[in-house]
């Protein structure tokens, strides 16, 4: 008896164990969530903080001169390459809270070196290249601005932990060149690397069938070939060529050599940073603190000034200062960007694509808009979809029956990019410009071989005489191809 009037005894004494451990476990995970709920909170109110000193800061028209400017050199350190994008104070503050990379804005580096230029109290300015890769029209945009500053008499320096071809070009521009004691430069110049999949297609069981208009259309060739067709070793060819002379006139001029002894560097490629010294493609070698010390000494500087710093500190130009009213009614100027593939939706995705809802909207907002008296289109595509560069074509068209447009042209108009220029009022290209590329293409990709080597099969069930082009596991018929080769030339010849 007294066993079994013990049972109930010890079920309850342990319902009230695992009573309490709940409400242990309970009054844990709330005193957490208040904990997370106040860190959030926290965080809110920084950022909230944060956003409203920036929009604060950015609607000053004036901002006092700041003291540690006198007898300085102004350091502009490049960490993630350079963008030639403008990043708002809002997109540098979250990228700093998640530790993102951020691109240095060769607009901003543009507006300090104009500054620096004119401005007194500047003895020099310093370019430390930790990272200054970049593609060719950017990179040349920020060397034309160094170029521009030196105008000014004022020396300019330079850094290299290590240089490849895109930072060098940019360094070859200043007064003297320092490199990292134990690193070297790689200088290949442009090279195009191409990759062919043909064969390797093929052991897998698939293959392209491709159809297409233009002679210089070589899109699709990698996954149909083993090796590049002759034109398009011309055509790479007269590209590498093209931005290699560029190069060599650069580097020779800026660092004062032959064009054949700079050609001779390229060929050559790879340098120690001894032979760097030697060969006379750096002034010297040594660490950035000691590099510092000498650039002060020599430009007469006291102080190394950040170039945020002096962005925020310095005093407007008064081109900047007299900037004409831009209120209702004033005349303008639009420029409107179209960076990336040309495509009908976006998804999800819309970074680094141009889609005609978007763009079109653009336009028919600067055509509609009486103050907008001509507009800039800024084009950096490589193409993409034929009918939705038709669209944006014939948007860009009557735009142009209305106003100027004026098309710029980045590293690459090619393809649908060239067709959406080609109504513009006037085309403007760098000379580093890759454009062109005019042509359609079609294809289907077939797993013809699959079913043998895979053990998959296919079978379409449909009443269209074009079921074999739209069953992956059947080779198009020569009517297909014939079909489909005139909805290509129709395009083509459009």
């Known amino acids: 008896m007294r066993a079994n009037m013990n049972k109930p005894r010890q079920r309850g004494i342990f319902a009230r164990l695992m009573r309490s451990i709940f409400m242990i476990f309970t009054g844990y ?35 006092a001169a700041a003291p540690q400017v006198d007898d300085a050199i102004i350091q502009i350190k490049i960490e993630h390459g350079i963008t030639s994008q403008s990043l708002s104070e809002r997109q540098k503050f979250f990228s700093a809270i998640f530790s993102e990379n951020v ?27 930790e990272n200054g890769s970049s593609d060719f029209i950017t990179t040349t945009a920020l060397r034309r601005a160094l170029i521009d500053f030196q105008k ?16 060098y070009f940019l360094a070859s521009s200043a007064n003297k060149i320092n490199l990292a004691p134990v690193s070297g430069i790689t200088i290949p110049g442009p090279s195009f690397q191409l990759m ?25 060739e990698p996954f149909v070939a083993d090796a590049p067709s002759a ?111 040309i495509v009908m939706d976006a998804g999800g995705d819309s970074d680094g694509k141009i889609t005609p809802t978007h763009l079109i909207k653009e336009l ?29 074509w014939d948007e860009v068209r009557k735009l142009a029956a209305k106003k100027p447009v004026i098309v710029s042209m980045a590293s690459v108009a090619a393809s649908g990019g060239y067709y959406i220029a080609a109504p513009a009022t006037m085309i403007m290209a760098e000379p580093t410009t890759i454009t062109g590329s005019i042509g359609v293409i079609g294809a289907a990709i077939k797993g013809l071989g699959v079913p043998e080597k895979w053990g998959v099969n296919f079978h379409i069930i449909s009443q269209s005489e074009r079921k074999g082009y739209l069953n992956f596991g059947s080779k198009s018929t020569e009517a297909d191809k014939t079909i489909l080769g005139e909805s290509i030339d129709e395009t083509y010849n459009a």
């Open 196 to 220: 062919y999949f043909g064969s390797a297609l093929k052991k897998l069981g698939v293959e392209m069938e491709v159809v297409r208009a233009g002679k210089y259309k070589s899109a699709m």
């Open 29 to 63: 995970f709330a005193l957490l969530g208040i904990l997370v709920t106040a860190f959030v909170l926290l965080i809110g109110i920084g950022i909230y903080s944060k956003l409203k000193e920036s929009e604060k800061s950015a609607t000053k028209t004036t901002v």
């Open 103 to 129: 691109p240095t804005s060769v607009k901003e580096l543009e507006i300090v070196l104009r500054r620096a230029a004119v401005d007194a109290r500047v003895k020099g300015v310093f370019l430390d290249l």
């Open 152 to 167: 000014s008499k004022k020396p300019l320096y330079v850094h290299m932990n290590e240089g490849d071809t895109m930072s």
């Open 364 to 392: 028919v907002w600067a055509s509609n808009k009486d103050s907008v008296k001509a507009v800039v289109l800024r084009i950096d595509s490589p193409g993409g979809s034929a009918l939705a560069s038709d669209l944006i």
């Open 231 to 341: 034109e398009t070793i011309e055509m790479y060819g007269a590209i590498e060529s093209n931005l290699r002379s560029i190069l060599l006139d650069a580097v020779s001029e800026g660092r004062k050599k032959t064009r054949d002894e700079v050609d001779g560097w390229f060929k050559r490629s790879l340098f120690t940073s001894q032979q760097s010294l030697s060969k006379g493609l750096v002034d010297r070698l040594g660490y950035v603190p000691q590099f510092v010390d000498e650039i002060q000494k020599e430009a007469a500087a006291k102080n190394i000034v950040d170039y945020d710093d002096y962005l925020s500190g310095s005093e407007k130009l008064d081109s900047e200062k007299n900037a004409p009213d831009m209120g209702a009614g004033a005349s303008s100027l639009a420029l409107i960007e179209a960076t990336g593939e």
